[in-house]
């Protein structure tokens, strides 16, 4: 591997995992949904029954589930960039799987 090409995935590497805490930053900073205060948001996006579409409670509890689950990959992907930048291919490769 030449030094361009871990430049390109240092830099790529960083930025995942800029992304990643800032994700993680937004879900578990943010403020918890009205009527689901002192429950997890998981269990308030549950709780929500399909027919009401405004229940902007569990729409905002759905967005930090999702927000969450992108920031855990970001820095899934960001680990395995350094793997690959340490010649660790196969740990690499499993982290992907």
């Known amino acids: 591997m030449t030094s361009a ?15 990643g805490l800032c994700l993680l930053i937004v879900v578990f900073l943010s403020p918890h949904a009205v009527y689901g205060e002192g429950r997890s948001f998981f269990k308030v996006a549950g ?11 569990a729409v905002w509890c759905s967005v930090k589930i999702i927000l969450l689950s ?18 660790r291919e196969s740990l690499a490769k499993a982290i992907l799987f």
């Open 5 to 19: 090409q871990k430049g390109w995935l240092s830099r790529k590497g960083l930025l995942l995992y800029a992304i």
């Open 70 to 87: 992108l920031g855990v990959f970001s820095l899934l992907a960001a680990f395995e960039t350094l793997l690959k930048i340490l010649h």
């Open 47 to 57: 709780a929500s029954p399909w027919n009401r579409w405004w229940d902007w409670a």
